[in-house]
């Protein structure tokens, strides 16, 4: 029976499947990750990231990012850190990893478990103000991609705030069809300091965090004077991440995420057990 070894680790708050599939035995990984995040086994993993190939010769290996209810994403901020804990820590790439995404190339620093820092793609499609017509009311938000697509809504409190019903709202809204969006609602604490709340598109629910989001509402939250560069965010985890970048008027480059990883477990897949394929 063919086996194939796995990781589950957590990044600010997000757990996730890590599978070595470079030998590609995993044939569907949608399907794969559909069931996995399902099973009672694994409760309370936001998705599977899969090491595949590089598609580039400049890049060390493909991420491949499926979320809980099978889709493919994008980007996943704080799942590259976890992605780059495990290829550094046990499959002998060096503390420096170029990654490639569908979003694009990022590039890993592992300089330790508790400070992982990414270089991000360039955020793009920056609008300074959406307005939402809800059921209740109507709410005005920004929106930007930082890989994929975040709508940030800065609030007064965040406890209690019904994050998974307005969430679950905005990210089906007619002005993000048909793809739809994440939704963060944000309170500033200070002058480099933020809180945050997230609902994640393919989780479907409201998550501890979400590193993409951390940038997203960073990022919006100094376009709008909000805060200074570099900015502490803090998602329901309470685990700190710090965002980093560069601005020119409304050009934002050079974006940094770093925050911590820890490995949680790892075994081996028995491929017949876990996904049904056949090897």
């Not at 409190?157 to 969006?181: A, Q, S, W």
């Not at 994640?200 to 376009?223: H, K, M």
Request: net charge positive.
């Amino acid at each position: 029976m063919t086996k194939i070894p796995y990781f589950i680790g957590a990044g600010s708050g997000n757990t996730f499947i890590v599978v070595d599939n470079r030998r590609n035995l995993i044939t569907n990984p949608n399907q794969f990750a559909a069931k996995e995040c399902k099973s009672s086994n694994s409760g309370g993993i936001d998705g599977v990231l899969f090491i595949e190939k590089p598609k580039e010769t400049q890049t060390d290996f493909f991420m491949r990012i499926v979320n809980s209810d099978g889709s493919e994403a994008e980007a996943c901020g704080n799942g590259y850190r976890v992605v780059g804990l495990y290829a550094h820590k046990h499959l002998n790439f060096p503390k420096l990893i170029s990654v490639g995404t569908l979003a694009g190339t990022v590039r890993i620093n592992v300089a330790s478990e508790e400070a992982i820092k990414v270089n991000m793609i360039d955020p793009t499609d920056y609008r300074e103000k959406i307005e939402m017509k809800l059921k209740t009311k109507t709410w005005n938000g920004a929106f930007i991609n930082t890989g994929v697509p975040h709508v940030v809504i800065f609030v007064d409190e965040l406890d209690p705030f019904p994050v998974k019903e307005m969430g679950r709202e905005i990210r089906y809204h007619e002005n993000f069809k048909p793809k739809g969006t994440n939704v963060n609602f944000v309170k500033v604490e200070g002058k480099n300091k933020l809180s945050i709340r997230t609902y994640e598109r393919g989780v479907e629910d409201e998550t501890l965090a979400c590193g993409t989001g951390s940038v997203a509402a960073a990022v919006i939250a100094n376009l709008n004077g909000k805060v200074k560069v570099p900015v502490d965010v803090f998602p329901k985890s309470g685990e700190k991440l710090k965002v980093y970048f560069e601005r020119c008027g409304n050009n934002v480059t050079h974006v940094s995420l770093e925050g911590p990883a820890k490995e949680k477990s790892r075994g081996k897949i028995n491929l017949g057990d876990w996904n049904g394929t056949n090897p």
